[in-house]
């Protein structure tokens, strides 16, 4: 494999930008907004026309192509040595209801790039590549998010997931069916030689910081809770200030705790209240109750913990102060994911190779790769999007940085797959 | 007039406790809630059925009833000297919907047990005096509050505040007809040689002092803001602290610094955020928007002015922190009222003659003597609420409380008349 690798040391003039963005254009008209975004959700008849046109290019590409129990497709180049794990790579093509053309689609049709650019070259791999779509990656029509790649980690069983329903009390199976992706292929059990995924970052760091390709070294651990706070509303005239419980002066001191926590916890910290409500929502009438969302993001469980604690102490001293009570309730927990060093050092070995400039950063957000790291080694590779707007029509990214995160990639799989072929010689 | 302030010199034995409060209970059962509390709306039927029993009991205690073009019902009872202008008393018995039996009720019963209680002792008052009841003080069915007063004081024309209409399209005109009380006196011009009106304080702080009587100063300045503040929405994951433009961030540093200002502007300062509202409202965006309430309370022009210069000047330093954008704009603005010194020295000099404990207070909230003090002398009592708790159907307040208010009501009364008389003999 070292000739691969030798071909595409010093640039990434092979991957073919405009064809990997003409790709991106075609795949987005399918569901198509108005504003320029797209709006194809999970397994309607959109998503079957982008699955159907992903498949497609895939055997096009010479692959063989399979589908899953729960939908996710995979489509396989074959390597030299048929008895290694595959080294794959994938996304979604769903979107949500207001998204944009890249979100998802980026990772799955830079990985169909790097399968045209394997043909182009003439390359053979040692060991097979396989481009996956995951099945429902956002979650918005079928509740919960990374449905297909959370199956396939066995997170979530099939049984349960194909009885989801979507608010016309249509199912997850009954709308596989309907698309004909329910596939035959048993989901559990496949083999994971390695993972990459590339992405838009969805964030606003890569461009703040001017570079054109992150390296993902993890996901942050997220904790989530509602908390609810309780005074005594009264009016806001005869009620002087030192005879009143303002459930709203508390959540006041909650919200800049929170995000004092987060800035004292710097680097990978995030702290967001992101509802609010103040009841009886009078304005002459003091606030009796709050009820708030707190969420807790951090790359290291133990400053996760911390943050979190930090928070706990001003919720009660600001209580005691203000004569409030409270309920603090957790509503989901995460713990951080590291992605495989390995597969972080062939996505930055790949970078610095290629000579784009590039740097460490975490994913905030949940992604498939998080799901499938839990089966073998996995990394990601992020590359800007304009403004670090995501989930919204007016989602934009580069041509140029496209390709560089493509060229990334297709260096990345070649080094993982020596690698595989190395190991198990 | 000597001799009438020597019967009531030491005690307030004559006023009779248990016949005020079983006027009280007796007006509460005409729109009484199955809560204890009572809903009777402005010129309903039901404020009618009021109407009729307050004019019944004044004649029975020998007055004379006119109704003015808004519906202000004037009880008269004739003085020594029918050329003085009267001393006056009242306040409202329209209620809010989940309202009292005890808020606007009391002064007015407070005025009727006065013509009871001298009718009693067979006294003849120098000057005139008159028991008024208000139309439309709360403002539910038919905004704006404190109408009748307004109109009296020629605050609002009574063209235009005839033509008010409420939810059902019915115009204040057409219900003032319906229940028999548009009348035919004429509404300005009316002489005011002094006005009290007693009121329970609908605050905590007589309560918490544990005193009688509040003698009221008068009430504060109030100035309303609605504040909108603009940051970014943004995925709370991918968005790291410092590119964050949080609008709920910089929304929480201006509610504490209401809090603060207020605090810092003692005594008679009040600082309010009743409303706040965040955009989008979901659990793991940061909020690009928040609407909010800002509501400034204080007795002196200037501290008013200082209280709202320190907060805007924190609005400023949060936005330019925060990197947000926000609109400031004034809703209201009442000046702060003074009472009539010699008017509050009667209700001082009459708590302090009965024994009563008491302390001199301001009030908070709007009420009719405010707008009826523009015409001439006035000053209002109160007397505790339990728990401070008005505008509710568990308003309550206790039988010798009430009783204590009317003793001081009708020796401030007898002293404002002995004064008139004095002053035009």
Not at 145 to 156: N, T
Not at 402 to 413: F, S
Request: proline share 5%.
């Amino acid at each position: 494999m070292n000739a691969a690798v030798d071909v595409l040391q010093s640039s990434h003039q092979h991957i073919n930008r405009d064809r990997l963005w003409q790709s991106l254009m075609e795949l987005a008209r399918l569901g198509a907004t108005v504003k320029g975004g797209v709006c194809r959700l999970a397994l309607t008849d959109l998503d079957r026309q982008a699955r159907d046109l992903f498949v497609k290019w895939c055997e096009e590409a010479g692959c063989t192509v399979t589908v899953d129990g729960i939908g996710n497709i995979f489509a396989r180049r074959p390597g030299r040595n048929p008895g290694l794990p595959p080294v794959m790579t994938g996304s979604h093509i769903d979107t949500q209801p207001t998204g944009g053309k890249f979100d998802g689609c980026f990772g799955v049709l830079a990985g169909v790039e790097v399968l045209r650019t394997l043909n182009d070259l003439k390359l053979e791999t040692e060991a097979p590549l396989e481009v996956v779509v995951w099945t429902n990656e956002e979650g918005s029509r079928f509740p919960p998010c990374m449905m297909g790649s959370g199956v396939f980690a066995e997170k979530f069983t099939l049984e349960d997931t194909l009885a989801k329903t979507d608010v016309d009390g249509v199912s997850v199976g009954e709308a596989l069916n309907a698309i004909g992706y329910a596939g035959q292929r048993k989901v559990s059990g496949h083999p994971v030689g390695a993972y990459f995924e590339a992405h838009i970052e969805q964030g606003p760091i890569l461009e703040d910081e001017r570079k054109t390709i992150g390296v993902v070294m993890g996901a942050l651990g997220q904790k989530w809770f509602d908390l609810k706070l309780r005074g005594v509303e009264a009016h806001a005239g005869p009620t002087p200030m030192h005879l009143r419980k303002d459930a709203l002066v508390g959540a006041a001191a909650v919200v800049a705790a929170v995000n004092r926590a987060a800035l004292g916890h710097q680097p990978h910290a995030c702290g967001t209240v992101g509802c609010l409500q103040a009841y009886p929502g009078s304005r002459n009438v003091i606030p009796g109750e709050v009820r708030m969302t707190l969420d807790f993001r951090h790359l290291e469980p133990a400053r996760l913990d911390s943050m979190i604690d930090q928070v706990r102490q001003v919720i009660d001293s600001t209580c005691e102060e203000h004569g409030l009570s409270f309920e603090l309730t957790p509503t989901a927990d995460f713990p951080p994911l590291y992605f495989n060093p390995d597969c972080i050092e062939a996505v930055r070995g790949a970078a610095q190779g290629l000579g784009l400039s590039h740097m460490d950063i975490v994913s905030g957000a949940g992604h498939d790769a998080i799901f499938v790291a839990e089966l073998g080694p996995a990394g990601m590779i992020f590359v800007p999007c304009e403004g670090g707007i995501s989930h919204n029509e007016i989602e934009n990214a580069a041509p140029d940085d496209l390709a560089a995160g493509c060229a990334v990639l297709l260096r990345a799989m070649l080094a993982a797959s020596a690698t595989i072929a190395g190991t198990r010689r």
